[in-house]
């Protein structure tokens, strides 16, 4: 009997790896198996099935992009009915996303999501597979920038009446397509639909996830909103506590010679302390006080020169006196003079 031939090595590798159907239907039932579960979202095993299907659907999105799958230069009637389904692997891409419960990525993980909806919606509207108007960009949201005023305030109203009433139609065209979808589905998946039918299945699948992907980034917006909000609070709020937690700034201890700095220490309970500026304030007192004592001495030791000069002028003065009073006792008038005599 012959043996077998084992299968090269490009043969195996491609039995192993799924091929792009096969990828894009795990990410689909992955996605419908979370949605469908009673179980916690927050649960392991959920957010295992979150992990693959994001992981299927990662690779059936490089696998389209080596294909090169679509192009915009092409027109809806350019691409067959069995790839049509392929245009939404970036809605299940996006809607797997949002069921991620790490609560410290939350914001990269809405965000990435959102991007995952604008890609989708962008191709749709550029094969003009359903008429619809993007979502503003994030900065460009309503509410950002308003006119103040009653026209400011008339332009609310209608904007706000506007959106309302979108709401609600694409409410009624998410119905009909869901029942449309239902009367095909059977259909499709036995192998009795036709091209025709096939081709209006696929189409009504990528209308619903249009309707759904416009939903959920009118949701995301608002929850980024308060995602960022969240984070500046807790910011503001790590800011003041490290401000708080700060130990106080000991004041700076001057010991007024080597000796009290042995003995009391720096740190001493019973030591007078003072900050630089109290000792600059009391240093500049006792220079004051110092400069009024020195200027006190010396105007009374100019007191006492003063005092004792009179003293010893009113001494000499009388010396003199009574030296005179001498002289003319013992000399008569006009002696000396000898100017009249012969």
């Known amino acids: 009997m012959a043996e077998a031939l084992a299968p090269a090595p490009e043969e195996e590798e491609e039995l192993a790896e799924p091929r792009l159907p096969q990828l894009l239907e795990t990410g689909r039932r992955l996605l419908g198996e979370v949605e469908d579960t009673n179980e916690s979202t927050n649960s392991s095993f959920i957010q295992e099935k979150v992990k693959q299907g994001l992981e299927s659907l990662e690779k059936a999105s490089r696998m389209m992009a080596q294909l090169d799958l679509f192009s915009p230069n092409e027109d809806l009637e350019e691409i067959s009915s069995a790839d049509l389904k392929y245009l939404m692997v970036p809605a299940l891409q996006g809607a797997l996303t949002l069921k991620q419960v790490n609560l410290s990525h939350r914001l990269e993980q809405v965000q990435t999501a959102r991007a995952h909806f604008m890609d989708f919606l962008k191709q749709c509207q550029n094969y003009q597979i359903m008429k619809f108007e993007l979502p503003p960009t994030p900065d460009g949201l309503p509410g950002k920038k308003s006119v103040d005023g009653p026209v400011g305030s008339q332009q609310s109203l209608i904007a706000m009446a506007s959106h309302r009433q979108a709401k609600i139609e694409r409410y009624k065209q998410k119905k009909e397509l869901e029942n449309k979808l239902a009367s095909l589905e059977s259909a499709v998946e036995n192998g009795r639909a036709d091209e025709e039918q096939i081709r209006e299945y696929y189409l009504l699948h990528l209308q619903k996830w249009i309707s759904i992907s416009l939903?959920?980034?009118?949701?995301?917006?608002?929850?980024?909103?308060?995602?960022?909000a969240r984070d500046s609070g807790k910011q503001a709020s790590t800011s003041r506590m490290s401000a708080q937690s700060r130990p106080p700034t000991k004041p700076f201890i001057l010991t007024r010679d080597?000796?009290?700095?042995k003995v009391f220490g720096s740190g001493y309970p019973s030591l007078a302390t003072m900050t630089v500026n109290d000792w600059?304030?009391?240093r500049q007192k006792w220079d004051s006080l110092k400069n009024t004592k020195v200027n006190l001495n010396q105007e009374a030791e100019q007191d006492d020169d003063q005092e004792t000069k009179s003293e010893e002028d009113d001494e000499d003065t009388?010396?003199?006196?009574?030296?005179?009073?001498?002289?003319k006792d013992t000399h008569p008038r006009g002696y000396g003079n000898r100017q009249n005599m012969g």
């Open 215 to 228: 939903e959920e980034i009118e949701s995301i917006d608002q929850e980024i909103v308060i995602l960022k």
């Open 258 to 261: 080597t000796a009290q700095a």
């Open 280 to 282: 600059y304030e009391q």
């Open 318 to 327: 009388l010396h003199k006196k009574r030296n005179w009073d001498d002289w």
